[in-house]
């Protein structure tokens, strides 16, 4: 009989110990695509847990647990283990990194895991062949305090890079957009999939786009499902998106088999290190 996943952190938490231990959670991967050919620039890494009675459990059912209970910071570190071991010398050879973005919060900026996580992934892959992107939350706050600005510091010093994930849906994405060092905004699909229906949205959208040019940061479409809301996207200008109209997020296995043919000289149809052992 499936377990029912529990949304106490507190009842859920030893569960999450077990299956830390069992090395349960796994990276699976949603292909971030260059809109106008459909090629795969990229990627967002998603946690996904492959619970022994339950089958395969999404992050919304665990995360906001995780993260509460500091579990994330072992959750990540797996994750980007097995991405650097997957990932290591299959990675498409052109004049532009390939981008790996990873969900971070609050709990991963009380110590140095990260940095260190962090570190051994661009080594690992390579720098000139990987991009690191760290996506911000806004599920647990992060305060701009001078410990976590020196971490923000030294990742970008060795190579990560940041994002707002959800842009546009709470006040400290605008915030962090003011404190901290970043480079891409992720725009929110809750924007994309009213971007043709609605006025109003769409004036929002381009108020977004017209801040992004201004800052000097880059835009991400995320949520992507229709080609109506594609030809809208590039219309203004967005051309990275993401979203289902591209590619569902996959388990490694396969996103490394379709990664070869994306690394081919035709695009891809529309539809490391010791640390890393």
């Known amino acids: 009989m499936p377990v029912e996943m529990r949304p106490d952190p507190a009842s ?34 998603l946690a996904r847990w492959r619970h022994s009675e339950a089958g395969l459990i999404g992050a919304d059912r665990f995360i906001a647990c995780a993260e509460a209970s500091g579990q994330v910071v072992p959750i990540t570190s797996s994750l980007m283990r097995q991405l650097c071991r997957a990932l290591r010398g299959r990675l ?50 992060i305060s ?13 010093d060795i190579g990560a890079s940041l994002a707002i994930d959800d ?5 400290a994405s605008f915030e962090w957009l003011q404190t901290f060092p970043v480079s891409a905004l992720k725009l929110d699909k809750r924007f994309v999939s009213r971007i043709e229906s609605d006025e109003v949205t769409a004036h929002i959208v381009d108020a977004i786009v017209t801040l992004a040019d201004k800052l000097g940061v880059e835009i991400i479409a995320e949520g992507v499902e229709r080609s109506g ?15 289902y109209l591209f590619g569902r997020p996959m388990a490694l296995d396969e996103f490394v088999e379709r990664l070869g043919t994306s690394a ?10 010791e640390s890393c052992s």
């Open 144 to 156: 701009p305090t001078p410990a976590t600005l020196r971490m923000l510091d030294e990742l970008r």
């Open 12 to 45: 859920l938490a030893p569960d999450i110990d077990r299956a830390i231990a069992r090395k349960e959670f796994e990276p699976w991967l949603q292909p971030i695509v260059n809109a106008d050919d459909g090629r795969w620039i990229g990627a967002e890494v």
């Open 264 to 273: 081919s000289s035709a695009p891809l149809p529309i539809t490391c290190c």
């Open 167 to 171: 842009f546009g849906t709470g006040h």
């Open 229 to 243: 809301q594609q030809r809208a996207l590039l219309a203004r200008g967005v051309i990275h998106q993401q979203g």
């Open 92 to 141: 498409p050879v052109s004049g532009t990194a390939f981008r790996l973005g990873v969900n971070v919060s609050a709990a991963q900026f009380v110590d140095r895991t990260l940095v260190a996580d962090c570190r051994a992934l661009l080594d690992g892959l390579s720098h000139d062949r990987v991009a690191l992107q760290l996506e911000l939350t806004e599920r647990v706050p």
